[in-house]
């Protein structure tokens, strides 16, 4: 998601995406239904099958050296869902997660900033594997995920059964890397057992009632802002480039300006990036909507007003308390100064990165 997408909510949705992340993996300093937030923004702005790999990845990453036996949970679930799409199915599995102290083996050593191969190609060994983690890793991330699947099998007992797990992960070859490396490290092993209670799906109802008035939307339904420390992964905003907009002078009128990119999406054209996404995507289609100049197109006045009294959440018109969920300002950091103030210091070097499933 290197371009900027506007979620259904018009957060920008790798900033979504990031949010969501933080808040399953530190739980002491967020909400079980903070995650729950961002996981449904992201589900309902379409990007459902996303989701699931995003969920998976960071399953494997921080938890699966943990929680093996979770993974089994983790497929039923999904294919549950397959068979009847219901986001609780979701929840359960975020539920589940967020109650866990992570692990982050794993994600320091996959995406540490260091990755000379080591010299392991003659003659692997267990041992020459478990002496260094980091080396370990950066020694399986070019081979491919036959060669992988191979050492797994020849150095332990394969499960044919296991194997089928978790088949809608795209990135089969982080999984094998990931469950190869957990071989190699001993850790307690702990069950994962939890379930919604009447609360957290009174939460997940209220979360797809529409507001009364569509301008109040964003007002009532951002419950979140985004997180500030997603400064460390590298996000759309980021990027230099600006759309001229007309904003007001005081002296002047409306003049042509160049702002944040990230500002101008959210304030100028929503429905230009909003049109990226899934969700606004299809609604745009059905009200035969076009683009010019990144200026919204209907086909006549009517059909005009009629989107705008369903969806118009007029986003330059909110209080500054709900346009700032969104657009304030979010300072690039390293991932290592992220997990500081999470008090999760990490041993390896992290920049910023980009967290993606492939």
């Known amino acids: 998601m290197e ?6 909510l018009l957060y920008n949705i790798d900033e979504v995406k990031y949010s969501f992340m933080l808040s399953i993996l530190f739980q002491n300093k967020h909400t079980f239904h903070e995650s729950l937030f961002w996981a449904y923004e992201l589900y309902k702005s379409c990007h459902k099958e996303y989701l699931w790999n995003f969920i998976t990845k960071i399953y494997y990453d921080f938890y699966y050296i ?4 979770f993974e089994k949970v983790l497929d039923i679930e999904y294919n549950a869902w397959k068979t009847k799409p219901d986001f609780k199915h979701i929840a359960k599995i975020i539920k589940d997660l967020h109650k866990q102290v992570i692990d982050i083996t794993i994600f320091q050593s996959y995406y540490r900033n260091k990755n000379k191969i080591p010299d392991l190609i003659n003659n692997i060994t267990i041992d020459k594997l478990k002496k260094n983690i980091p080396n370990a890793i950066s020694y399986l991330k070019p081979l491919n995920i036959d060669e992988i699947k191979q050492i797994y099998k020849t150095k332990f007992r394969f499960n044919k059964r296991k194997e089928k797990m978790c088949l809608f992960y795209t990135n089969q070859k982080h999984k094998w890397i990931v469950k190869l490396v957990s071989k190699l490290v001993k850790k307690k092993q702990i069950h994962i057992k939890t379930k919604l209670n009447k609360e957290d799906i009174k939460l997940i109802n209220l979360f797809d009632i529409p507001c009364i008035s569509a301008y109040k939307t964003l007002k009532e339904k951002r419950l979140y802002p985004i997180n500030d420390l997603i400064g460390s992964f590298k996000l759309a905003r980021f ?15 409306y ?6 990119r990230y500002k101008s999406a959210y304030l ?15 609604i745009f289609i059905n009200y035969d909507v076009s683009f010019k100049k990144k200026e919204i197109q209907f086909p006549n006045n009517d059909i005009l007003d009629e989107f705008y009294e369903t969806y ?26 992220c997990f500081n103030v999470y008090d999760t210091p990490l041993k390896e070097t992290i920049k910023q990165i980009t967290y993606c499933i492939n």
Not at 239 to 253: I, P, Q, R, Y
């Open 268 to 282: 100028h054209h929503w429905e230009y990036y909003a049109n990226k996404t899934p969700f606004w995507n299809e």
């Open 255 to 260: 003049i042509c300006d160049d702002i944040d």
């Open 3 to 8: 371009t900027i997408q506007l979620s259904y």
């Open 66 to 69: 943990k929680y093996i036996s």
């Open 239 to 253: 990027k230099n480039e600006t759309d001229v907009v007309n904003v007001w002078n005081e002296s002047f009128g």
């Open 312 to 337: 118009g959440f007029e986003p330059d018109e909110q209080n500054i308390e709900t346009q700032m969920k969104s657009i304030k300002s979010i300072k690039p950091i390293t991932i290592n100064e």
